[in-house]
């Protein structure tokens, strides 16, 4: 077994030390899901206004080329996303989101941003406003239904 896979996992109870695993949204967090070119864009711009370090972020390349950025639970809810942007988080149906280990086969899910130890997750304020910028979108105000 891979030492640095096991010890990330001490940090992260949801992340498999190998292969991959669904992961119930908002039980350890929610899931903003975006299309892989929206979400390169996204990601890379997280990155460097982040210096390098925007939490994690999961590409899946079958079935859509979809990217998942994952935000505190909870945290997804309460705002309005442009369209074609999936919220995924709990005061909805049941989802899951595929979480692939750190190293090894995962295919086809990878990291494109790694979680890190210390257990931060993207923030979804910075998230939000990113890519409502980004897609030019203005946010309508939130109204509960």
């Not at 695993?21 to 929610?30: S, T």
């Not at 299309?35 to 711009?45: D, F, I, M, P, T």
């Not at 460097?48 to 809810?77: C, H, K, N, R």
């Not at 979680?115 to 939130?142: I, S």
């Amino acid at each position: 077994m891979n030492t640095e896979s096991n010890h990330a996992c001490i940090f992260h109870p949801w992340l498999p030390v190998s292969g991959h695993r669904l992961r119930k949204v908002g039980v350890f967090f929610d899931a903003v899901r975006v299309g892989q070119e929206v979400g390169e864009k996204l990601a890379a711009r997280l990155e460097a206004l982040t210096d390098g370090e925007p939490g994690p972020v999961i590409a899946q390349s079958s079935a859509g080329w979809w990217m998942y950025f994952l935000v505190a639970a909870g945290s997804s809810a309460g705002r309005s996303w442009p369209p074609g942007i999936t919220r995924l988080g709990s005061g909805g149906r049941d989802a899951y989101v595929g979480i692939p280990a750190l190293t090894g086969l995962t295919w086809p899910l990878s990291w494109r941003c790694a979680p890190r130890q210390d257990r931060r997750l993207v923030d979804a304020d910075l998230l939000h406003g990113t890519l409502c910028a980004q897609l030019g979108w203005e946010p309508r105000p939130f109204e509960r239904g």
